[in-house]
C-alpha cells in the first residue's frame, strides 16, 4: 500500500516523523514505558536545539505518571541508551541520545543527538539531520558517588541538629543549592565547619530546659545566617546552660599541691 499525502495539507502530518530504532522497540530489556519515553525524547531531539522537555512535558505527551517516567530513564540509562544532566534548582535536565553502535561512547554523528544545548553545527533536516555538539562526557557512577556523598554528610548534620523542621529547605542550602544571607553558598570548608559545630550545638541544647527550647534556629536558617562559625558561649546563652566544668574563681586558686585528707 503506498501512501501519499501533500506537504503542508495537514498540519498534523507536516510537523514531521519520528523514526524509532527497532533495536530499541523490540529490545526485550525495556518496557513499554521505556520505549515510549524513548519515542518522545527522539521527537524533541529533531525539532531543534535548544529543546528542552520537561517531566511535565513528557508525563503530558504520554499521560503517564512522574514516577513512571522516571522509572523510564533509568531502564533506559541501564541499557546505555540515554543520559541527562541537570542544570541547576528551575531548569529542565539536559538529556544525551547515545549512539547505538558504541551503546555509551559519545561519538559525533547524525544518528546521535544532543539537545538542551546549541550545537556546534546544524545541518539541514532533507540533507542530513542534526550534528552532535561535542561534549565531554558525564559518568554517571562519578555522579552517583558525589550525590551519595552529599546525602551522607547532610544525613550526619540532620541528625545531630536540635530542631527537625524544614529538612528540604536545609538539605538545599547544605548542598550549595542556595544562597547565603552573604550572597556566597555552601563550600566544603563550609560543610566541615557546620558539621564540627552542630555537635556542639546539639550538645548545649540538650541540657536545655523546655521553656528554651523555642528559641532554637531551624536549621536552613541556622545554615544561611553562618551561625555555625558563632562562638558556642552565645548558643549557651540562649539556651540557657552553662558548661559542664567552670573555671576556678581567682579567690580559690592556690599553688600548693593539694595531698588530700585533713590537715
Known amino acids: 500500500m503506498e501512501i501519499i499525502f501533500e506537504s503542508g495539507t495537514d498540519a498534523r502530518l507536516a510537523s514531521g516523523f519520528t523514526q524509532v530504532p527497532n533495536s530499541v522497540w523490540r529490545s526485550p530489556n525495556l518496557g513499554l514505558h521505556a520505549k515510549c519515553v524513548y519515542i518522545c525524547l527522539l521527537s524533541y531531539a529533531w525539532e531543534g536545539p535548544k529543546c528542552r522537555p520537561s517531566y511535565e512535558r513528557i508525563q503530558s505527551d504520554l499521560k503517564v505518571s512522574q514516577p513512571t517516567v522516571t522509572k523510564a530513564l533509568k531502564e533506559l540509562r541501564a541499557e546505555g541508551l540515554v543520559d541527562w544532566k541537570r542544570r541547576g534548582p528551575g531548569k529542565t535536565s539536559l538529556y544525551v541520545i547515545k549512539d547505538l553502535r558504541t551503546k555509551g561512547g559519545l561519538v559525533q554523528g547524525k544518528n546521535q543527538t544532543l539537545f538542551g544545548e546549541e550545537p556546534s553545527e546544524v545541518g539541514s533536516r532533507t540533507k542530513g539531520g542534526l550534528v552532535a555538539y561535542s561534549e565531554v562526557k558525564e559518568d554517571p557512577l562519578e555522579k552517583d558517588a558525589v550525590e551519595n556523598t552529599a546525602l551522607a554528610l547532610f544525613g550526619e548534620f540532620w541528625s545531630h541538629y536540635p530542631r527537625k523542621e524544614d529538612k528540604p529547605d536545609a538539605r538545599r542550602v547544605f548542598n550549595g543549592e542556595g544562597k547565603l544571607k552573604d550572597g556566597t553558598k555552601m563550600s566544603d570548608l563550609d560543610r566541615t565547619k557546620a558539621l564540627a559545630a ?16 523555642q528559641y532554637r534556629k531551624l536549621p536552613a536558617g541556622w545554615l544561611r545566617l553562618r551561625r555555625f562559625e558563632d562562638d558556642p558561649t552565645n548558643w549557651e546563652h540562649t539556651a540557657g546552660v552553662t558548661t559542664s566544668r567552670q573555671p576556678v574563681s581567682p579567690a580559690f586558686q592556690t599553688e600548693d599541691e593539694y595531698s588530700g585528707g585533713r590537715s
Open 198 to 213: 552542630v555537635k556542639v550545638y546539639g550538645e548545649i541544647w540538650s541540657r536545655a530546659s523546655k521553656d528554651r527550647l
